[in-house]
C-alpha cells in the first residue's frame, strides 16, 4: 500500500511550507487526487489518520478532492466516455488525458499567532 | 493573534501551494533519467502482476539478443534475490533491490542501485518493478519507456480492471501465449479489446519465453527506442 509512502512525502511537502512560516500551526490541508493517479482516496485518508500523530500535521485536518479521469481527443477535444475505446472515431485520433493523474497538495490552512 | 484590533483571535492563513507530492521522487528520478540518457542507455520500466512472466521476458531477452545488446537489470522484490540471481544466470548483469514491505520501487532506490553499473558497458538497463498491477505506476524511476508484461492467464478484463498502469504504458508484453491453447475462455481479441479502452496508443506484442513468439518483435522495438548517446566534448 504506497498511500503511506504518500502520506510521508505530503507530510515532508508541509514541513517545507511551514519552514517559511515560523511557529505556524498547520489547521487543514487540501488534496487533489486523480482518478486515474493509481492512489486511493479511502486508503489515503486512513494512511494520514495513522501517521499524523507525531508529526507537524497532527492537528491538520486532511481535505481530498478527487479528480475523475478525462479522456479528450488530441486533436479536436471532444471527450471520450469512460470505458469506450480510447481513440476519436470522426478524427481517427488517440486519446490524451486531460486531468485525473494528479497527486498535489494545492492548500495549507496554517494558524499564525 | 489577530495585529488589527488585539482581540485575541488567531490568524488563519491559507496558503497555495499547486505543488506535487511526489516532487522529490520526480526530481531524483530526472537526475537518473539524465544520466542514463546521457550515458545512451535505453533504461525500460517493466511491471506487471507478481507470476506475469517478467523475469522470463528478460531471460528470454537475452538468450535471444545475445552479444547484440548489453543487458542490465534491478530485480526488485519484497524479499529474495532469486530473480537477479535468475537474471545473472542468463547473462544479464543484475542488482536485486529488496523493499521489504514496500509495494513498488522509487527513484530513490533505483538511483541507489544505479551506482552499481558502469553505465557506458550498458546498452539497456530494464527495471524489474515489484510484482503488482498498482502500486509502480505511481513512481516515476527515470524510465525512458514503461512496458507492462500481462500474461493470458491473467484474463480478458485484466486492464479494465486496472487502468492506471495501462494508460501509462508504452508498450504490453502479453505473456504465455503458448498457453492459449489450454484457455477457452480466453480471446486475444478481447483482450486486445480492452487494453484499448485504457490506453490510448495500444502497441501489443504477443510474447512467449517458451516458443520464442515474439522475441524478435521486442527486440526490434528496443532498438528503435535506443537513444543516441551524447557526444563527449
Redesign the interface.
Known sequence: ??EY??IQ??V??VEA?VAQ?PG?AV?RLR?SIGE????DTTLLASAYEVFRGGTICEGALLEIVPVR?R?TCKNCGREIPK?????CQPCDA????AGG????????????? | ?CQDCGCGD????????????????DSVAAHNRSHLRGAGVLCVNLMGSPGAGKTAVLEATARAASSALAIGAIAGDLATDNDARRLKAAGIEAMPVNTGS???L?ADLVHRALHHFDLKDLDLLVIENVGNL??P???DLGQALNVVALAVTEGEDKPLKY???F?KADLVLLTKTDLLPHLPNVRLEAVH?AI??????PRIIQFSANDGTGVELWLDWLQANRPVAEVLV
Open positions: 500500500m504506497h509512502s504518500v512525502s505530503l515532508d511537502s511550507q512560516h505556524a489547521k488534496v486515474l493517479s493509481g492512489v479521469a479522456w470505458g469506450e475505446v480510447l481513440r488517440e486519446a490524451k488525458l493523474d494528479e497527486i498535489i497538495l494545492d492548500q495549507v490552512e496554517l494558524e499564525v499567532q | 493573534m488567531v490568524n488563519i492563513v491559507p496558503v497555495d501551494v499547486h505543488e506535487k507530492i511526489l516532487a522529490k521522487n514496500m509495494c513498488h522509487d498498482v502500486c505506476a505511481v513512481y487502468p492506471t498502469m494508460a479489446d484499448s479502452r485504457v490506453m490510448p496508443r
